[in-house]
């Protein structure tokens, strides 16, 4: 498995990969040609011969990030490609200057709370009705 910086022809296959592991919140197509277009972004992919099976994204400000989305296709869960992802956004916040990465994540996914904990992220405070749906999230830090 390979983890590289997105391009811009990867958007398409972005855009499939949401629909089939989201039903709600899902990124459209002309969310990712937003933040490929803006500067403060940055996103990879993984790769797995020539086919993309997960990706993650987020923006920069000044001294911190804030993951925006990690997504792996369902058959390669739990084979540490998520955690290579989270990895791969870390390294790349550490050479921009960030000192501490931010995210958030729904208060009932356990397994994505299990993986940013094991990533080196600890939860700091809640959200109440932070999603579309009136999920809760827990906003989760990592100090680089």
């Not at 990706?55 to 369902?74: F, K, P, Q």
Request: aromatic share 12%.
């Amino acid at each position: 498995m390979l983890v590289r910086e997105w391009k811009f022809e990867d958007i398409l296959v972005l855009t499939a990969l949401e629909e089939q592991c989201f039903e709600t919140d899902r990124w459209s197509y002309r969310t990712f040609a937003a933040c490929y277009e803006n500067a403060a972004f940055r996103g990879v992919v993984a790769v797995e011969g020539d086919e993309i099976i997960g990706y993650g994204g987020m923006t920069i400000a000044a001294d911190s990030a804030d993951i925006e989305n990690v997504l792996v296709a369902e058959r390669y869960r739990r084979g540490g490609v998520a955690s290579a992802i989270v990895a791969a956004l870390a390294e790349l916040a550490r050479g921009e200057g960030v000192g501490d990465m931010f995210l958030e994540v729904r208060v009932s996914n356990a397994p994505a709370m299990s993986l940013y904990l094991k990533c080196g992220f600890s939860g700091v405070y809640a959200r109440p009705r932070y999603y579309s749906d009136g999920e809760d999230c827990l906003v989760m830090k990592r100090t680089l």
